[in-house]
């Protein structure tokens, strides 16, 4: 094989990366601030200042992005905060949406 085709075969084999997706939380006129606070603690990891300025971002603007992950993990976390939401009797809603 020639350096030429060598070199036209690397191009053809390279793999994409898996893609990202942002985790997008929505405002609702149910769920309490503290609820959306915990929720990101203990579900996205975020620290208790983060937390608190997504919050009132997601309240402020209808919306906000919480977390930016591979597919699998951020429909986990969408899952979870649905789970959580609806235990807890509160309505609030997460999507998921590609970068």
Same mark, same amino acid.
Request: hydrophobic share 40%; with cysteine.
């Given at each position: 094989? #020639? ?8 191009? $053809? +084999? ?7 997706? =942002?985790? $997008?939380?929505? =405002?609702?006129?149910? #769920?309490?601030?503290?609820? /959306?606070?915990?929720?990101? $603690?203990?579900?996205? =990891?975020?620290? &208790?200042?983060?937390?608190?300025? &997504? #919050? &009132?971002? $997601? ?6 992005? /919480?977390? +930016? ?9 969408? /899952?979870? +905060? ?11 809603? /997460? +999507?998921?949406?590609? #970068?």
């Amino acid at each position: 094989m #020639t350096q030429e085709q060598h070199k036209a075969q690397d191009e $053809i +084999t390279r793999l994409k990366g898996p893609g990202k997706y =942002n985790v $997008i939380m929505l =405002n609702d006129d149910s #769920t309490p601030m503290d609820f /959306v606070v915990q929720v990101l $603690i203990g579900i996205f =990891n975020k620290d &208790l200042e983060v937390a608190k300025h &997504l #919050t &009132l971002e $997601i309240h402020e603007k209808g919306r906000s992005i /919480v977390g +930016t992950y591979m597919f699998e993990i951020a429909e986990q976390k969408c /899952v979870e +905060t649905i789970s959580a939401a609806r235990s807890a009797g509160f309505p609030l809603s /997460v +999507t998921i949406e590609e #970068t």
